[in-house]
């Protein structure tokens, strides 16, 4: 599919999104500091974790849209510390951008890891596709493990990388599914069973309405993100191995 065609529908939902994200973060901005985390502040995560995830399932979907997909991965964790960070006063600064950057790694690793490592693993000429950009993104990987190892306690690292695992659920569902995904009534079901199963428990447990709606608010996003992805069909640009030529090929050049 010509980029073109891609780019004008999706700058048209970023734009709807950003107009969500900037009236939500201005309630939650103008929000008193010290006051008690209200239902706003849970609606802009989840929107904020929809869109990551939707960047993600971009990522694995539209190999040409990688950069895209990238810069947003980049300011989204921005704008939520930007945003939160001057309305929750529990948390120094330091200590609020190590959290923010704690879920965005993991929920990149949940997001794009399974799918990419079974495409790596499944492809061709798997001996020549250690290119440079892959070894850039190995180690960037070792090194924020490395920073967790050093400055988190094992035992707390893996609290964390089992509590972003469950918050981030619906992004990792659907970054996997979008993937190759080419029906659009089938991805609609798994988001509509996710919205209602996380509306009846709102229901049951209304104390507890305010963190689901962090849920409500992200499966919304994925679910008519999804829905443009799916559109716009799969991406063709597959990347090539680049090996050794054949020897039919060699002996036609000798003739």
């Known amino acids: 599919m010509d980029r073109s065609s891609i780019i004008v529908p999706l700058l048209i939902f970023i ?91 993991f929920t990149t690793l949940y997001c794009l890891g399974p799918r990419s490592l079974a495409n790596w693993l499944s492809s061709p000429g798997l001996e020549n596709r250690y290119t440079l950009h892959q070894m850039l993104i190995a180690i960037t990987l070792v090194a924020f493990a490395c920073a967790i190892v050093m400055y988190v306690p094992i035992l707390v690292a893996v609290m964390i990388a089992l509590g972003v695992f469950v918050l981030a659920l619906p992004s990792v569902i659907a970054s996997n599914l979008l993937a190759k995904a080419i029906d659009v009534t089938s991805y609609s079901w798994v988001m509509f069973a996710s919205l209602t199963i996380c509306i009846l428990l709102a229901l049951i447990e209304p104390m507890s309405a305010p963190s689901f709606g962090m849920y409500i608010a992200q499966i919304v996003v994925l679910w008519l993100g999804g829905i443009l992805l799916i559109s716009l069909g799969l991406g063709s640009d597959r990347p090539e191995v680049v090996g050794l030529p054949d020897e039919s090929s060699c002996e036609l050049n000798d003739g």
Not at 42 to 59: A, K, P, T
Not at 74 to 91: C, G, N, R, S
């Open 15 to 105: 734009g709807i999104n950003v107009g969500l994200d900037a009236v939500v973060g201005i309630a939650v901005y103008t929000s008193k500091p010290n006051a008690p985390v209200m239902l706003w502040h849970f609606v802009f995560v989840g929107l904020l974790w929809g869109q990551f995830g939707l960047c993600c399932s971009l990522r694995l979907r539209f190999r040409a849209m990688r950069y895209y997909a990238y810069i947003g991965m980049l300011l989204i964790p921005i704008t939520a510390t930007w945003v939160l960070m001057p309305t929750i006063q529990d948390a120094t600064n330091q200590m609020f951008v190590g959290i923010v950057i704690l879920l965005a790694g």
